[in-house]
């Protein structure tokens, strides 16, 4: 991540398009909490929407990641990485759930199969 205050002279030099997450303050109401989700799909065709992820504590507390504006494809066996964040930190997480939406409101449901995930805090990479 680059820290708003120093972004441009990180990114100008470079001539492409470059994506880029940037770190917030951890005060309102500019605080975001960015982690990297990692999941591989176990369904045999493919499927395509967007993921939101809810941590909770062992208290109980929980906190949800906005979506994505931008769906993501998952194929059989495929590693897909998604940047997601929350407005809330929640320290010792005790429970991941995952909820898989197409947006469309008309056709079947599709469930998403997941072989394996991981979730990395990019604010507190050893965690």
Known sequence: GYHADRWKKLLIPYSSPTKAYFDTS?????????????ITTWNKSIRRGFIKVR??????????????SEASTF?????????????????????ISLTFSTKTL????????ILQMKLKSLNNPKR
Do not use: W
């Open 106 to 113: 008309i056709g079947p449901k599709h469930k998403l199969r």
């Open 26 to 38: 951890d005060q309102d109401p500019f605080c975001m909490y960015n982690y990297l989700l990692d």
């Open 75 to 95: 194929q059989q066996y495929k590693r897909v990485k998604i940047l997601t964040g929350f407005h809330r930190d929640i320290e010792k997480i005790a429970k």
């Open 55 to 68: 941590i909770t504590d062992y208290a109980g507390n929980s906190v949800e990641s906005q979506m994505n």
